[in-house]
């Protein structure tokens, strides 16, 4: 079993509870307007257009026409990402779980667990289920960030070896939310709803963008519809303010919401009853 990692980050605070070793996997399928790592989206389709921009040679051809990449002689400068016309990377890794999870053990003294992120992880639940076996063998817990289009309910033993989800929800209006990602968000809430009872709910993540959807009505209905579940299991809202670094040039011109726009929704949500939000 294998999967392609767009990267492993060693010590990461931001990707759920306390200190953890946060692992990216490639490939997306959905297409949210201000995605700040585009270059997460693609499986690479070795058409070489990387390689000739390369200012280092790092990049290479082998005999079977694979690009690849060493890393050795790479200076992070991003042209290939940024040239790439499929939104991938040339600088991923094919890794089987066990080739990830000994990448995540040398950490082990220092961090409480393993999150996976993306790209979607949640294509690859088959990977996720065995990696965090091992990881919770070694007393790891265990988090899932996901844009929640599959759904949780399918995986019943990958549920087992979950702590916690944090799930996007990109607008909770199924138009907007179209408009937003070009995907449906009725597996979305289903997953909200399901993670939520079985207490895997930790955090609901909201990227607020002004002038790509009305996030004040957005976070407003999506408080109302999952306040009830709060007394099964608490759980964290997080305002994600948008930010154009790394976002495709064509959507980067949506606006920044200032800290007084962010607290009004983060006010619409304590009037709901909500207790933890994080504005970032
Ligand atoms: S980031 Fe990409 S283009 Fe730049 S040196 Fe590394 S492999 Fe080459
Ligand atoms: S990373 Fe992109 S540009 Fe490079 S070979 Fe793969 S698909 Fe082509």
Redesign the pocket.
């Known amino acids: 079993m294998k999967a392609v990692i767009n990267r492993i980050i060693p010590f990461s605070s931001v990707d759920g509870p306390g200190n953890r070793t946060a692992v990216f996997f490639q490939g997306c399928n959905i297409d949210c307007k201000y995605c700040h790592n585009p270059e997460t989206r693609?499986i690479?389709?070795?058409?070489?257009?990387?390689?000739d921009v390369c200012p280092t040679g790092a990049?290479s051809y082998t005999e079977e026409g694979i690009?690849c990449y060493d890393g050795a002689k790479c200076v992070q400068c991003d042209t290939?990402?940024h040239?790439?016309?499929?939104d991938?990377?040339?600088r991923?890794q094919e890794m089987t779980p066990e080739e990830v999870y000994e990448r995540v053990k040398r950490q082990i003294p220092f961090i409480r667990g393993i999150s996976v992120s993306g790209g979607e992880c949640m294509l690859q639940p088959d990977f996720l289920t065995r990696l965090f076996f091992l990881a919770r063998a070694d007393g790891l817990t265990t988090m899932i960030d996901s844009n929640g289009t599959i759904p949780f309910r399918g995986y019943p033993g990958l549920m087992e070896v979950t702590d916690g989800v944090m799930l996007d929800i990109k607008a909770f209006d199924g138009a907007e939310h179209r408009k937003v990602t070009g995907a449906s968000n009725e597996t979305v809430l289903a997953n909200a709803v399901y993670l939520a009872e079985h207490a895997k709910l930790y955090e609901v993540r909201v990227v607020v963008a002004p002038g790509l959807y009305d996030a004040e009505r957005s976070v407003k209905e999506m408080g109302a519809f999952l306040a009830p579940y709060r007394k099964i299991h608490d759980f964290r809202i997080k305002l994600i303010a948008f930010r154009p670094m790394g976002v495709r040039k064509q959507y980067a011109h949506y606006g920044v919401p200032d800290a007084a726009y962010l607290n009004r929704l983060a006010e619409l949500l304590r009037d709901l009853g909500y207790k933890d939000i994080v504005i970032t």
Request: aromatic residues 0%; proline residues 10%.
């Open positions: 693609g690479c389709r070795n058409c070489g257009a990387c390689v990049l690009v290939c990402i040239i790439c016309p499929h991938s990377s040339p991923t």
